[in-house]
């Protein structure tokens, strides 16, 4: 069974939390002031009757008849209070009623052996017990609408920070070498958030400084292996006629293009490379240049459009994209121009489950699908020169008639090469277009 997961904000549940502890902790003190409230009025009335009862017993002592209210020997008078005045003393006695309104009985013994009570209901300090208990919701509610705008008010504050080092984090892995997830968090308050954006950002350098090595590498060997390549096909020119000499060649011929296409890639990869901008009608340079790469291709061109790119950098993607589709794809390959987009495809088995999930990489050919040979550079090197071009290079496969698009099923390989509008400048920057979804 899937497992049912409810996501909230940090914003929410801080200020739940927060609510909820105002709210336990305001019930909390008005049932104590309201208890304590309570009793305090009811001790008051307790002696204030019987004073009032005392007062009154003097007087029927006197020979006065009883007055407000008291009564000899009342038979109302509760047991409790009776068996303890007929012992000789005075007492009072909390009697609750239906209504809700407890009455307070007072009674004293008279020296010729009667009982004299008075009782009286609680009502005026029940409306004001009433009154204080009004108070006390009112307070609560208020306490509990105030700590959730506070909750609202801090949560809101984490929840901007982590956000703004979410967004630094993501440019980060699309690499943007220059965001420092620390400086977009900003802010005066230090708290846990700035560990973790210093910890992020020390990450990235890390990270940073070992791809800068890697590709150092890379580049390092490339250079140094450019010359003895270069020695071995000029002695392979000087070598006599025959098949022995031809596949020296051959192989010579195929470690120069690949020291060639390395070092292409630890330049892309350094972000040193700059378009060399010319306006140029797209469909009529992609027919022209497929003619003369692949006459076998066919081109269609549904809109053509004047955009401002580098020639050479769009010719190298082209000729990637149509040598990959020859390898490792079936005819027939068509090429589609429209507007600022350029669409390449076969009718092989497909791109690589790996290449569609994570893009093109370097020296992994993907699975035994394809052909299985090359060094998966194409269109790593593609990839490179469209990120220089301002552009975004996807690849997707075509389903087959009846079957869905997945591994073994699939009718047709397609890379698609989206221009943007507003083409690279002279210092490099260009919009960085996001991959779709």
Avoid: C
Avoid at 27 to 44: C, I, K, Q, T
Avoid at 215 to 239: Q, Y
Avoid at 398 to 413: F, K, L, M, Q
Wanted: without cysteine; proline residues 5%; positive net charge.
């Amino acid at each position: 069974m899937r497992r049912f997961t409810l996501r909230t904000g940090i914003r929410w549940k801080i200020t739940l939390a927060i609510a909820a502890v105002g709210a336990l902790t305001a019930v909390a003190l008005s049932l104590v002031v309201h208890s304590a409230a309570r009793v305090s009025m009811l001790e008051s009335a307790r002696e204030s009757q019987l004073e009032r009862v005392q007062f009154l017993a003097r007087s029927v002592d006197a020979g006065r008849k009883p007055m407000m209210g008291a009564k000899l020997n009342d038979p109302e008078l509760p047991v409790e209070l009776r068996q303890k005045v007929q012992s000789g003393r005075r007492g009072t006695y909390i009697q609750e009623n239906t209504r809700g309104v407890p009455e307070v009985w007072a009674a004293v013994p008279l020296g010729n052996g009667q009982l004299l009570s008075l009782h009286l209901p609680f009502k005026e300090s029940a409306n004001m017990v009433r009154d204080l208990d009004q108070a006390l919701i009112v307070g609560s509610l208020a306490v509990v609408v105030g700590g959730s705008a506070l909750g609202v008010l801090i949560g809101g504050q984490i929840s901007r920070r982590l956000r703004k080092a979410a967004a630094a984090a993501q440019r980060v892995a699309h690499g943007d070498p220059e965001v420092r997830v620390r400086d977009a968090v900003g802010g005066v308050v230090r708290d846990e958030t700035d560990d973790l954006a210093r910890a992020v950002d020390a990450m990235a350098d890390a990270l940073q400084q070992r791809l800068e090595a890697e590709r150092r590498v890379t580049a390092d060997i490339a250079h140094e292996l450019r010359t003895p390549v270069t020695g071995l096909l000029t002695a392979a020119e000087l070598l006599p006629p025959g098949r022995p000499t031809e596949l020296v060649r051959d192989r010579a011929q195929a470690m120069r293009a690949l020291v060639e296409d390395v070092l292409e890639v630890a330049r892309l990869d350094s972000a040193s490379e700059r378009a060399e901008l010319q306006d140029v009608a797209l469909g009529e340079f992609v027919s022209r240049r497929v003619a003369s790469l692949m006459p076998d291709a066919s081109v269609r061109v549904v809109a053509d459009e004047i955009v401002s790119t580098d020639p050479r950098r769009l010719e190298r993607i082209l000729g990637n994209l149509l040598a990959n589709a020859a390898r490792y794809g079936q005819s027939p390959i068509q090429v589609d121009v429209e507007g600022r987009v350029v669409r390449v495809r076969d009718h092989g088995p497909g791109f690589p489950e790996a290449l569609l999930r994570e893009g093109p990489s370097r020296f992994r050919t993907g699975s035994t699908d394809r052909a299985g040979v090359g060094h998966g550079l194409g269109l790593t090197i593609a990839e490179g020169q469209a990120r220089v071009l301002g552009a975004r290079l996807t690849f997707r496969n075509v389903a087959a008639p009846g079957g869905a698009d997945r591994e073994g099923s699939a009718a047709g390989a397609v890379a698609v090469l989206w221009l943007p509008e507003h083409a690279p400048t002279a210092t490099g920057s260009f919009p960085i277009l996001k991959p779709q979804t």
